[in-house]
């Protein structure tokens, strides 16, 4: 079992950046790949970066790729998104997620295991 914390969500202005984190307790980090989504009002949960446990494999979705950067610290047992140049369109509730299938990096909300609680980000125009 592993709990997810998230951090670092908030209002920015169009263009501009944030970092969000996302600390783990429990087990070995790096047993776990880790990945970001988000959910805006009114639709579905959608991939939007992924790593491996090792973090040597990533993958984006097409509309951040470019803007977004994920990383991991396994010896904080965090995970990080790193967002720059944010439009509108990125504001939702974003959440981290952890799978016990660490070695490949997961798209798909059902092949993670554990989710954090979420953290607003608002990109105003």
């Known amino acids: 079992q592993v709990q997810l914390v998230e951090s670092g969500g908030g209002l920015v202005q169009a263009g501009g950046s944030l970092r969000l984190s996302c600390t783990a307790s429990?087990?070995?980090?790096?047993?776990?790949?880790m990945g970001w989504f988000r959910q805006a009002p009114g639709k579905e949960r959608e991939f939007v970066a992924g790593?491996?446990?090792?973090?040597?494999?990533?993958a984006y979705a097409d509309s951040v790729k470019g803007r977004f950067t994920i990383s991991r610290d396994n010896a904080k047992s965090t995970s990080y998104l790193q967002m720059n140049s944010l439009k509108p369109e990125d504001t939702a509730v974003y959440y981290c997620?952890?799978?016990?299938?660490?070695?490949?990096?997961?798209?798909?909300?059902?092949?993670?295991?554990?989710w954090g609680q979420g953290t607003q980000v608002t990109v105003s125009s």
């Open positions: 997620a952890a799978a016990d299938r660490a070695t490949v990096v997961h798209t798909t909300p059902r092949a993670y295991d554990y």
């Open positions: 790593s491996s446990g090792s973090g040597r494999a990533t």
């Open positions: 429990g087990r070995t980090f790096s047993n776990y790949a």
